[in-house]
């Protein structure tokens, strides 16, 4: 069940290039799966700034007199998230959470691969703590442009099997892209699925791989959304119904963890001409 | 599907809300209360559901449907202005018939008051829907969206001519029952907007809605190209309020008793406060829903505040009182003296 909530500011600390902000969030924090998401009111009730910010639930606590409270990883890159990293301890914030659909657990313990790119390895704590309570074999491989944009490998490397790390300039770990390694992870675990969180192209790379290897993907998206609940229709990008027929689906409500093999990934950003209520000749 | 709001009910140490009749009419449609979605920021009411009753508020207005499923434009679809948004959605929606099957019947069964907002390509799927709709029972009224500014051929806007305005709506009087209130979804982007309203009242609408978004765009300056897939969009959100403002006041001028459903950026029960004073029966919540999910119910509860604080018992005494004379408002200042020296 998703909930408003007046939550409250606990703390915002530096994480290399990103802040970590820690919440109260009554109702939300209880509820959240790996994957779920949280929007967050910005700039306050007389905001120039209307749309709420989407974040990835990184970790959830039950700390005595605060109830529940969940950490969310934040990546400055506007005005919003400047005015979010600069909140102050017991600052209020406007939650709604969780919301979305989460990652799918296996049902059996089969080995699994999980690949973050930036700050997009968010929600793969708590998916690690669950699959490894599953009995899953968990590796996870992280990726980024540099040392200072990857986030949690300490943290990782304590919940994973193996952790591997690439970074584009070489600055730590494999010089190289995630999938440049997944394939030999997987050969080596033996991996049914493969979870990953991170930028589109990296989300389209790794379902690839995963799909030539007949394991599954189970892919978290990040696209632009104003509401977060299902209403506006913004988020949207083109998704492979059991029917068959092509969708232009919700990353909020449908998404924002999608199948890897259902994402028509080459077409984001498009209509595909076979879209359900596709425009005819001349558009619309 | 449960309601969750946290803070139920009064926060502890405010005021209980004043008694005030909070019920309208358009035509011949009553609503026990004056705030309703504004179509295409509410879906079909489910989702919104979740953060507050939406049986409390006088109607859920639903996102424009058309007679086929439409997949929309191209993402990206939105950008943040400043006290606004732009977007190019492109009337997505999974046309009448699911419509009617799905979204409809579960507002029926749910208890919640429906204006059903329709959208189509011709004057010809106008006729059509309302045909379609004629027989299902759960519609309290049709909003005719004649101005959505996403279209690829900017000379279909209907709303845009006076003359292309009136015929939708002929179109879809002829197809509706007698008794059905037909309102008709403005342009702002008109030179004169009085002239449009006369167009469509002649045309048989009950009454009109204003406005829809005003035509903008954002060049991102990245990439240097638009940033909308659809280039152009419409803007919406407090940054457009005055204009809405200014319509419903200009309209209201002319016509002393149509029905007008006002909107355009209503964030608080003080900004719904300000159509009502300019004319507006009924006011829409759009992108404030964006900001804050819950803020239909709770700009309802402010704006009964509000006219309770002015002294008003029923919500139709506040109805154009704007409009007033000048002289009748400075009497009625003396009498509280407001007048310092």
């Known amino acids: 069940m998703t909930v408003q909530v007046k939550g409250q500011v606990l703390d915002v600390r530096r994480a290399g290039a990103y802040h970590v902000l820690s919440l109260t969030a009554p109702g939300i924090s209880e509820k959240a799966k790996p994957g779920h998401f949280v929007t967050l009111g910005i700039g306050g009730e007389e905001s120039s700034m209307l749309l709420r910010r989407a974040f990835a639930i990184h970790q959830v606590h039950s700390r005595g007199v605060y109830g529940g409270t969940l950490d969310i990883v934040v990546g400055v890159h506007g005005k919003g998230t400047r005015w979010l990293v600069d909140r102050r301890r017991h600052d209020p914030i406007d939650i709604v959470g969780p919301l979305g659909r989460p990652f799918v657990l296996p049902k059996e313990s089969v080995a699994t691969v999980l690949v973050g790119g930036g700050y997009g390895s968010a929600p793969l704590f708590m998916l690690a703590e669950q699959l490894r309570e599953r009995g899953c074999r968990v590796d996870v491989v992280l990726g980024a442009a540099t040392e ?23 600055s730590l770990g494999h010089r190289g892209r995630v999938t440049d390694v997944l394939p030999g992870l997987m050969e080596a ?38 509401c977060g609940v299902g209403v506006c229709m913004t988020c949207v990008l083109p998704v492979i119904g059991e029917d068959g027929v092509t969708r232009m689906l919700r990353s909020c409500t449908e998404g924002p963890v999608f199948r890897g093999d259902r994402v028509r990934w080459s077409d984001v950003g498009t209509v595909p ?7 005819v000749a001349g558009g619309h | 599907m449960t309601r969750a709001l ?11 809300v004043p008694d005030v009749d909070m019920g309208t009419t358009l035509g011949s449609l009553s609503l026990p209360a004056p705030i309703l979605t504004a179509s295409g920021c509410a879906a079909a009411g489910r989702e919104l559901d979740q953060f507050f009753d939406i049986t409390k508020i006088g109607a859920i207005v639903t996102k424009s449907v058309m007679l086929q499923p439409r997949s929309g434009r191209a993402t990206p679809r939105m950008a943040e202005t400043p ?47 309302a045909a379609r709709l004629r027989t299902v029972r759960s519609v309290a009224a049709l909003e005719v969206n004649i101005s959505c500014p996403n279209v690829a051929d900017r000379g279909q806007v209907f709303a845009c001519r006076a003359s292309s305005a009136a015929e939708v709506v002929s179109a879809v009087r002829r197809h509706s029952d007698p008794r059905m209130p037909i309102i008709a979804k403005l342009s702002p982007d008109v030179t004169d907007i009085v002239e449009i309203t006369d167009s469509v009242v002649r045309a048989g609408a009950t009454g009109v809605s204003v406005i829809n978004t005003v035509l903008g765009m954002v060049i991102n300056t990245d990439t240097m190209r638009p940033h909308l897939a659809g280039v152009t969009g419409g803007l919406s959100g407090p940054a457009i309020r005055p204009v809405a403002v200014r319509c419903v006041w200009q309209i209201r001028q002319a016509f002393p008793d149509l029905p007008i459903i006002g909107m ?59 409009h007033r004379s000048a002289d009748v408002a400075r009497e009625a200042d003396d009498e509280f003296d407001f007048i310092s020296e």
Request: proline share 5%; net charge negative; aromatic share 6%.
């Open chain 1, 148 to 170: 200072e944009r990857l986030f949690g490998s300490l943290e990782l490397k304590r919940l994973a099997s193996t952790l591997t790390i690439t970074t584009d300039d070489g």
């Open chain 1, 189 to 226: 675990n033996d991996a049914g699925v493969v979870y990953a969180c991170g930028p589109m192209p990296m989300l389209q790379r790794v379902a690839e791989i995963a799909a030539e290897r007949q394991a599954y993907s189970q892919c978290a998206v990040e696209e632009a959304m104003a």
């Open chain 1, 273 to 279: 001409a076979d879209t359900l209520g596709a425009p």
């Open chain 2, 6 to 16: 946290i803070s139920h009910g009064p926060m502890p140490g405010s005021t209980p």
């Open chain 2, 83 to 129: 006290s606004g948004m732009l977007n190019s959605i492109g009337l997505q929606g999974p046309g009448i018939e699911k419509f009617i099957e799905q979204d409809l019947a579960w507002l029926e069964e749910r208890g919640a008051r429906v204006i059903v907002s329709i959208a189509g390509d011709t004057v010809e799927d106008y006729g059509k829907l």
């Open chain 2, 264 to 322: 355009g950026g209503v964030r608080n029960g003080l900004d719904a406060l300000e159509f009502v004073l300019a004319g507006a029966n009924a006011v829409s919540v759009g992108t404030s829903v964006f900001h804050d999910p819950s803020a239909p119910a709770r700009i309802q509860e402010e704006l009964q505040r509000a006219l309770g604080d002015r002294g008003f018992r029923r919500l139709a005494d506040a109805v154009s009182y704007a």
